[in-house]
């Protein structure tokens, strides 16, 4: 079945600096790509998605590109700040089913 | 990007007993999901439901569970008997363009 895998957390950084949170999935098909976002205490927002191979999703200084290839869609943002902790989860969707998240990748940002 | 409201925000409730937990988007839509988080745990799928019926369901959503849209705009997620292992965000989500799910901001049960 479908799955995705993320680098665990917690992600510990600086503000400035550069952000890579890594994600690969395995799936049959050629499915759509999520970030989601989950601030404390928050629901899930949509950060950014791609909907094919190549696509570059961009939100809010955030990027990920869906590289076919090397099933991965990384995200990295190049300066963070204190407001973008959070949890970020990666997650993939075959049309109109389920979304299969990964585990989460905790973000700490300190000033 | 759509408004999903959830109610309640938050439950408590006895093991044994039966929760509705409400999901109100506000335009129409064809596509509802449900999903629940346990503390700290991942987002794991329940059921989808389409066209008025469910499409797909995850082997957590077992006889205990059951959705309807009762009125045509609320959608529903009902457990008939809680169990401790109940305890967790429900997230509610819907499509609105393409296939991009929206979630609303999520229903904390904890059952004691």
């Known amino acids: 079945g479908n799955s995705v895998t993320q680098m665990e957390g917690p992600v510990t950084l600086s503000e400035e600096a550069f952000l890579t949170i890594n994600c690969t999935y395995t799936?049959?098909?050629?499915?759509?790509l999520f970030w989601y976002v989950q601030y404390p205490g928050e629901g899930l927002q949509l950060l950014l998605k791609?909907?094919?191979?190549?696509d570059k999703g961009s939100n809010k200084g955030f990027e990920a590109t869906y590289r076919k290839e090397t099933t991965s869609f990384h995200l990295e943002k190049g300066s963070v700040q204190v407001s973008d902790s959070a949890v970020y989860f990666c997650?993939?969707?075959?049309?109109?089913?389920?979304?299969?998240f990964g585990t989460g990748t905790r973000l700490l940002v300190s000033p | 990007e759509p408004e999903v409201t959830q109610t309640p925000s938050h439950q408590v409730t006895q093991m044994g007993q039966e929760v509705i937990l409400r999901c109100v988007p506000i335009?129409?839509?064809?596509?509802f999901y449900w999903y629940r988080q346990i503390l700290g745990q991942k987002v794991e799928f329940l059921v989808s439901?389409?066209?008025?019926?469910?499409?797909?369901k995850s082997e957590i959503f077992d006889d205990q569970f059951s959705v309807e849209r009762p009125d045509g705009s609320n959608f529903t997620l009902k457990i008939r008997s809680t169990k401790l292992e109940d305890s967790a965000m429900y997230f509610c989500?819907?499509?609105?363009?393409?296939?991009?799910?929206?979630f609303g901001p999520g229903t904390r049960l904890l059952v004691l």
């Open positions: 997650a993939l969707s075959d049309g109109f089913q389920k979304l299969v």
């Open positions: 799936a049959t098909g050629y499915p759509s």
């Open positions: 791609a909907t094919k191979a190549d």
């Open positions: 335009s129409n839509h064809l596509y």
């Open positions: 439901f389409y066209n008025n019926e469910i499409s797909e």
């Open positions: 989500a819907v499509v609105w363009s393409g296939e991009t799910q929206y």
